[in-house]
């Protein structure tokens, strides 16, 4: 079946406008990540959610970055005035439940997008 | 503060030999630690998931150990092949549901 789709896969924007980052999900994955990953380094939690739970948010780097699910699929991830430092690849990541200690909870991710602010 | 910490420095293998790569955590507990492989322009991809009551997994070419008195994993890939030229990530769950990612490792595999 599908896997998980972001878009766009390379965006290049000028610094201070605004960006929408799209993830589609793995159809009955109730679980969504976000992830940062900058230029040769691991990668930086951001947000996750989980059904209609609250989200944790607690990985954003700061205000300008926000996200949201809909209907508990597609996620949307939203860098106002974007700055340079934002330069990086941002990878979406699903998985079936969200405990993590159970067989199922691997991450499936998407190919990421690659953001170039100039 | 919480830490994962993989060599950033390359492995350079030649071909048919043993890739063994570290994974050392510290101010974690963690139930089970996962691997993944990620080539570039690509998101990782899951390998194998190890928890804390077991000592060593196996798939394939594959083999990981978990040592939680030590709070190190190895991964090892055994008769190496140049396709498994990679970056092999491990990860741990941090407090609540966040999966955090060490840094990496770069795998080369030379013919």
């Known amino acids: 079946g599908a896997g998980v789709s972001q878009s766009p896969s390379n965006k290049v924007t000028e610094k201070g406008k605004d960006v929408e980052l799209r993830c589609d999900p793995i159809?009955?994955?109730?679980?969504l990540y976000w992830y940062r990953q900058s230029l040769g380094q691991g990668l930086e939690f951001l947000i996750y959610?989980?059904?209609?739970?609250?989200?944790?948010k607690s990985g954003l780097p700061s205000d300008r970055f926000s996200a949201e699910r809909t209907g508990g699929s597609v996620s949307t991830l939203t860098i106002q005035r974007t700055q340079q430092e934002d330069s990086a690849v941002y990878l979406c990541?699903?998985?079936?439940?969200?405990?993590?200690?159970?067989?199922?909870?691997?991450?499936?991710f998407g190919n990421g997008t690659r953001l170039t602010v100039t | 503060s919480q830490k994962i910490e993989q060599n950033s420095e390359a492995l350079n293998i030649q071909e048919g030999k043993t890739a063994t790569l570290t994974c050392n955590y510290t101010?974690?507990?963690?139930?089970?630690l996962q691997w993944y492989r990620q080539d570039p322009g690509r998101g990782p991809v899951f390998l194998l998931l190890?928890?804390?009551?077991?000592k060593e997994k196996r798939k394939e070419r594959l083999k990981v150990t978990f040592d939680t008195t030590l709070k190190q994993s190895l991964f090892h890939i055994t008769a190496s092949q140049p396709a498994d030229s990679a970056t092999y990530l491990c990860a741990l769950k941090a407090a609540g549901n966040k999966l955090t990612f060490g840094g990496g490792t770069r795998v080369l595999v030379k013919p």
């Open positions: 190890i928890r804390e009551n077991e």
């Open positions: 959610f989980q059904g209609n739970s609250a989200p944790d």
């Open positions: 990541a699903s998985s079936l439940v969200a405990d993590m200690g159970q067989g199922q909870s691997s991450l499936h």
């Open positions: 159809s009955g994955h109730t679980a």
């Open positions: 101010n974690y507990s963690p139930a089970y």
